[in-house]
């Protein structure tokens, strides 16, 4: 008894600092932040704090009818409806190719597809906006080579998200691809070669086996991506600064213009509210979707 | 047929490859270019005339000696801390028996769907009263404890036996000395994975630091980056060789520890 009287003031010790830490610098903040959205807090109030209003949904009213929210809402959207799926599926075909029975040097090639996720992001991002530089970069260079002419990849709306994209996806498939890889790997080799008894082609195997067995994974790995997704701040923050015309300005990098660049701090925590409602509903819709899938 | 097949697929990885490294291949080689060569029509892919001149720029003028050092000391110290608080938490909630146990699991479970730049303006705010805004603590104290991080060494902490902690109990070991003498040895694995992750995050983290550190002397390797690339767009060479002084100590880093790494993240993905 005494012992389980020590056991629990043991753990309540263990836990304290980061139960703390998490209470004082996250929990704490995340309260604070919608409260924040309900006021007009500004540069005036980081200076004194007398002036600060509760001003009610005013904050919401303004995004609700500014374009530029509902063009950063759009363009976080696209990125992350399009992108997540895009780069999960190229997570997955590089995790099949390399977990393939014929593959050789498995660990090379692993750890070599792997390296761009662990690269600096802000630094990679500098690098590609010289790769898509229109006149001069590799990319241009080599699709002139097929004949494809000169395309002004950041500088044009039409191509910058999609340009960002791929950078997204150049910097983050290697990770999913590792998870990939650790799903695959758990599936157990009778069900394809029972498959195979039956006749089915590699193409169908990879429908009604991998698919199926790999569906935890891919629950998980989805949620991971789409959330990261929504969060897209430093790509267009190095290399388009949002533009062209606003085509790759996202939520996050509105958050961060209107509260740290304008000190607009109320207006600022109103658009992180929103950041946060649109990362839960996809959240909380994807487990759904995982639980009928199951049932 | 079999042989036809085998070829298309190290084609395929070929090409993934090359896709994956390219970037990272031709920023090393620009940042040996003299200045404007990299400019040049077709792009040269070696240098010609190889020259070390920027990076003489960059850790001469440019000090960027000073942010390798606060990148340094930012992502040492959020390690360090982070591996002491997040395993003791993470252990506590896996093996200790208390009452509120689960409720402290949910509610953290809970608190991973929100996204961390919803606490970023009431958290500057609040480092401001703290006296905190442009301090390296500033920069770490957000990086500590980790709710992933407890998570990781919990998931792991599982796995050690209950009959091993009780023996130690019966010896008379204090909770503390068997967290530290039994507990620690056995996760070590874990703790391993999770300092490199907490490393290469601190180290690449971008958008916290931009917001804390707002004293050029204070930034790290990104924001510093950053700024350099918005005064410095048209020297391809130099940035470039900025950028390899920013990766070059993660993959270091990933290379000397990617055993680890890889399996860390293979095993905790499918088990989390």
């Known amino acids: 008894m005494s012992s389980e009287r020590a056991q629990s003031r043991a753990a309540w010790t263990f836990l304290s600092p980061a139960l703390l830490l998490i209470a004082v610098f996250f929990a704490v903040p995340v309260i604070a932040a919608f409260l924040l959205g309900f006021t007009d807090f500004d540069l005036y109030a980081l200076a004194d704090l007398e002036t600060v209003r509760i001003t009610g949904v005013a904050n919401y009213r303004t995004l609700l009818t500014s374009p530029l929210f509902w063009q950063a809402l759009r363009n976080t959207a696209e990125f992350a409806l399009i992108g997540g799926p895009l780069s999960i599926a190229v997570s997955l075909a590089a995790a099949l190719l390399v977990n393939a029975k014929a593959t050789r040097f498995k660990p090379f090639f692993r750890s070599v597809l792997f390296m761009p996720f662990v690269t600096t992001l802000v630094a990679v991002a500098i690098v590609w906006r010289y790769l898509y530089h229109p006149q001069y970069g590799l990319l241009n260079w080599m699709l002139g080579a097929v004949g494809i002419g000169p395309v002004d990849w950041l500088g044009n709306p039409t191509f910058a998200m999609p340009a960002i994209m791929l950078v997204a996806i150049w910097k983050g498939f290697g990770y999913n691809m590792l998870v990939f890889i650790a799903g695959l790997q758990n599936i157990p080799e009778d069900l394809y070669e029972a498959a195979r008894l039956d006749g089915a082609t590699p193409w169908q195997q990879f429908r009604h086996v991998t698919l199926p067995m790999l569906r935890p994974t891919m629950f998980f790995v989805t949620i991971i991506t789409m959330v990261g997704f929504f969060q897209l701040f430093a790509e267009p923050y190095v290399m388009t600064q949002g533009g062209p015309l606003r085509s790759t300005t996202s939520l996050v990098l509105l958050m961060y213009e209107e509260g740290f660049r304008w000190w607009r701090m109320g207006y600022a925590a109103a658009v992180a509210v929103v950041l946060f409602l649109v990362i839960l509903s996809f959240t909380l819709l994807q487990r759904r979707v995982q639980r009928e899938a199951i049932s | ?272």
């Open chain 2, 1 to 272: 047929m079999n042989r036809l097949r085998t070829v298309l697929l190290h084609a395929a990885l070929g090409v993934t490859t090359i896709f994956a490294v390219a970037p990272m291949l031709w920023m090393l080689s620009a940042s040996f270019m003299p200045t404007g060569s990299a400019n040049t029509f077709p792009p040269p892919l070696i240098p010609r005339n190889p020259t070390l001149e920027h990076y003489r720029v960059l850790f001469g003028q440019l000090a960027v000696g000073r942010y390798l050092f606060n990148s340094a000391l930012v992502a040492i110290s959020a390690t360090a801390l982070s591996l002491f608080v997040n395993s003791m938490a993470g252990y506590a909630i896996a093996k200790l028996r208390f009452r509120a146990r689960d409720r402290v699991f949910r509610t953290l479970s809970a608190a991973l769907l929100i996204p961390v730049q919803v606490t970023m303006l009431p958290l500057f705010l609040l480092l401001k009263q703290l006296g905190l805004v442009n301090s390296y603590w500033g920069a770490i104290i957000p990086a500590i404890a980790t709710i992933f991080g407890i998570f990781l060494i919990r998931q792991y902490a599982l796995g050690i036996p209950d009959d091993l902690l009780d023996a130690a109990r019966v010896d008379g070991a204090s909770e503390f000395r068997i967290y530290w003498s039994i507990v620690l040895p056995v996760i070590r694995p874990i703790l391993a994975t999770l300092a490199i992750w907490t490393f290469l995050a601190s180290w690449n983290d971008f958008l916290w630091p931009l917001v804390i550190l707002t004293d050029d002397q204070r930034y790290t390797l990104p924001v510093a980056l950053a700024s350099l690339s918005g005064e410095h767009v048209m020297d391809v060479e130099l940035m470039m060789a900025g950028a390899v002084i920013t990766v070059l100590p993660v993959i270091a880093v990933f290379l000397l520890l990617q055993r680890q790494y890889v399996q860390g993240v293979m095993q905790g993905s499918v088990k989390g």
